[in-house]
């Protein structure tokens, strides 16, 4: 392959979810959860770096060479969009490359369950995208900015890093901010969303105290707020949300989540039988018997109501899992290898 354009072709061709330019390997894509050598000859230290290079302007090549890594947004001559990580590796230049559908997929493509389109009608709190990276956090959140950008006619402020869809105002009006171009951060982009007359904020991830506490405190004052959050499973929420808090103010965060907090979709993206990906989801909402395991610090009784509140539209992950089995998505190899981490 001579040219980058020439690599992401074919990684689009081949339904690759990342390209990985590493000197001393061969081109890498990942398909399916596997890492698949695309080239028989192994990238030299030179054209790795050429091949690097030929996205950035010689601006961002010299601020890449003083700060040693450095990520950002390409699209194409097509319109093709991907988020991209320049990066050293013992000393040669190599990249990240992923690749982003142009526009945002709606709901219905997803095939998420009903009671996310539901949670999209809420006036004010917050809701959780969690799970480990690359499980289709953000893909989903954007879908639902989507969902409300097409229903409702509100005023929605994104604050991410980097911005990956794009939206089109449509009956709502979608101001997207990106940090390090449009704001310094997410925390201070919060802050400043806050007195532009917000419906809908949607913040990329929750990093810091400062962002979690502003946007609990937003949620509980009359905005829907979205983010994502890595966690592991729902159980591990407060915990993890916690540990960004200062010694003695666990209670009030507790207070504050237990009050604001909507639902929890928690996501794992399958490879399926047919050669593309499905997310599986569990979904926590929050109901009085949630928020008073919120309070109390006895979260393991989180998955207990999970798994007794199906009636709000509450599903666990293995309830997923066996209804994407039963109608031959995934197979039972996949089955398994998900299902053991929630037994």
Partial sequence: MKSIHDVLTLARQRRAADVHLIAGA????????????????????????????????????????????YDFM?????????????????????AVIRLLPSEP????????????????????????????????????????????NVNARKHIVTIE??????????????RQREVGKDTSGFSRGLRAALRQDPDVI?????????????A??????GVLVMSTLHIISIDKIIERLLSYAPDGSDGHIRTLL???????????????????????????????????VMRKRDTFHLRNSITTGQRWGMRSMKTSLDQMKDEGVISETVYQQVVENYR
Wanted: net charge negative; charged share 25%.
């Fill in 26 to 69: 061969p081109v890498l894509f990942r398909i399916e959860r596997e890492l698949v050598p695309v080239t028989k000859e192994k990238l030299s230290r030179d054209i790795c770096r050429e091949l690097a290079y030929s996205l950035l302007s010689a601006e961002q090549i010299t601020q890449f060479e003083a700060d040693l890594d």
């Fill in 74 to 94: 390409f699209a194409d001559k097509e319109r093709n969009r991907h988020r991209v990580n320049i990066c050293y590796n013992d000393g040669a230049v190599g």
């Fill in 105 to 148: 997929i709606p709901l219905d493509v997803l095939q998420l369950p009903p009671i996310v389109a539901q949670l999209t009608l809420a006036r004010k709190g917050l809701i959780l995208l969690t799970g480990s990276t690359s499980q289709g956090k953000t893909t989903t959140m954007s879908a639902m900015i989507d969902s409300i």
């Fill in 161 to 174: 890093d980097p911005i990956e869809y794009v939206h089109t105002n449509k009956n709502s009006i979608v």
């Fill in 202 to 214: 949607s913040v990329g991830e929750m990093r810091d105290y400062d962002t979690i506490k502003t």
């Fill in 216 to 221: 609990l405190t937003a949620a509980e004052t």
């Fill in 258 to 292: 237990a009050e604001s907090l909507l639902g929890v979709i928690h996501q794992e993206l399958l490879p399926t039988t047919s050669g593309g990906k499905r997310i599986a989801t569990e979904i926590l909402i929050v109901n009085d018997a949630v928020r008073n």
